[in-house]
């Protein structure tokens, strides 16, 4: 949420962030933990 925050209203960010993760544009590791204000989200293809 904080970073949705430093971009703008998160109300009309989280969607597009949640669009990008849906077209593979970013990347976050579901399989250790769900998806929440805690997870690590980068662009696709940068390393770990």
């Known amino acids: 949420m904080e970073g949705a925050s430093e971009v703008g209203d998160p109300l009309g960010v989280l969607p ?3 669009h990008m993760l849906w077209l593979r544009e970013l ?3 579901l399989r250790s933990s769900p998806l929440n204000e805690t997870s690590l989200i980068r662009v696709a293809g940068e390393p770990r």
């Open 27 to 29: 990347q976050t590791d």
């Open 16 to 18: 597009t962030l949640f």
